[in-house]
């Protein structure tokens, strides 16, 4: 199993937890307003555990159709549609889950009646709304990102060692020349597409897009582990070369990379007030920048720098090419730097 598929199974589980509970609270708010208001008394023999079973077998119906269409389906098939289309898609699964779900409470004989189904589309109708609302949000932040925020992990700065991967496009003046402005965002849009489940079987975090430039981040020890930082840049190239017929169809040239990748301790935080977002500051960034930018010089796709090749596990997997000690550009000493290239010649 790839991590996306991963990441989207996490995402389902959460949304059936949550809708359970939701379901386990919705007879007990029944019961508060039926002896608060006039309202109409329950159908006799109704009692509280079976309307908590009921309303927690509805969410769990709901949660494993409506909720696996949400995460498997809108959100990936409608991902280049606009809000609205999307909103209005889930309606009509919404609309058409409740039908489902009611189906199934008659098949068992579970006393039901218009009033009940109203209410419920009602309430489940803006649960439904919220989650994707949230599955939206996590989606624009980055796996992960938004739930930090939430929790204020970042509100204090923390300093931490991590791994960073610049990849930069080749030649990408000349592409945007050559494709016209609407077709190179299409171009770059459908590149990011492509090489993001890569980063994330490589349990790579994106960081940032910049132009055609993708960050990539990783924890430490989760990069260094099998040597997961490099193989991350080798198993987007192999993946691209795959698609090839799709992109020589459709923009009649083959996207390729060039990475620089180096290690260090960065200070985590949360800035910004009307835009909030977790970046990463430290002389690493800007370093990694430098060592991508080698690349051309050197005519190398992917250099690392010698501390990070001390750490990771090259030997049979890796061709490994010194480049001698370079002072970089806006550095005060010299660091040791080292091209590679797979083995398996990909």
Request: proline fraction near 3%; include cysteine; aromatic fraction near 12%.
């Amino acid at each position: 199993m790839n991590k996306s598929t991963s990441y989207k199974l996490k995402q389902l589980f959460i949304i059936t937890v949550i809708w359970l509970i939701i379901g386990f609270l919705i007879p007990f708010y029944d019961r508060l307003a039926l002896f608060t208001t006039n309202a109409v008394p329950p159908v006799p023999k109704y009692t509280m555990l079976e309307a908590i079973i009921i309303n927690m077998g509805a969410a769990l119906i709901g949660a494993l159709l409506g909720g696996s269409f949400l995460v498997f389906y809108v959100n990936v098939r409608f991902r280049d549609k606009s809000y609205g289309y999307t909103i209005l898609a889930v309606a009509l699964c919404f609309i058409l889950v409740i039908v489902i779900v009611n189906i199934i409470l008659r098949l068992f004989n579970i006393p039901s009646d218009w009033d009940r189904i109203l209410k419920n589309c009602m309430v489940w109708g803006v649960i439904v709304t919220i989650t994707q609302l949230f599955v939206q949000i996590n989606n624009k932040f980055g796996q992960g990102v938004f739930w930090n925020i939430i929790r204020g992990k970042y509100n204090t700065p923390k300093e931490e060692q991590r791994i960073f991967m610049f990849l930069d496009l080749n030649s990408s003046t000349t592409i945007a020349e050559q494709l016209g402005n609407k077709r190179y965002h299409a171009f770059l849009k459908d590149i990011f597409t492509d090489i993001t489940d890569p980063i994330l079987d490589n349990n790579g975090e994106i960081y940032q897009y910049v132009g055609d430039e993708v960050i990539v981040a990783w924890k430490y020890d989760e990069g260094i582990r099998n040597s997961k930082c490099v193989q991350c840049f080798f198993d987007i190239k192999l993946h691209l070369q795959q698609l090839q017929s799709k992109y020589m169809q459709q923009y009649g040239l083959m996207p390729s990379f060039k990475a620089g990748i180096h290690c260090g301790k960065v200070v985590a935080g949360e800035v910004g007030i009307i835009k909030r977002d977790i970046t990463y500051s430290g002389d690493v960034l800007n370093t990694t920048s430098r060592i991508q930018g080698m690349c051309k010089q050197f005519n190398e796709e992917v250099i690392v720098s010698g501390v990070l090749a001390a750490s990771l596990r090259l030997a049979g997997h890796f061709a490994t090419l010194p480049l001698g000690s370079i002072k970089l550009k806006g550095k005060q000493n010299e660091m040791q730097l080292i091209a590679l290239k797979s083995v398996a010649g990909e």
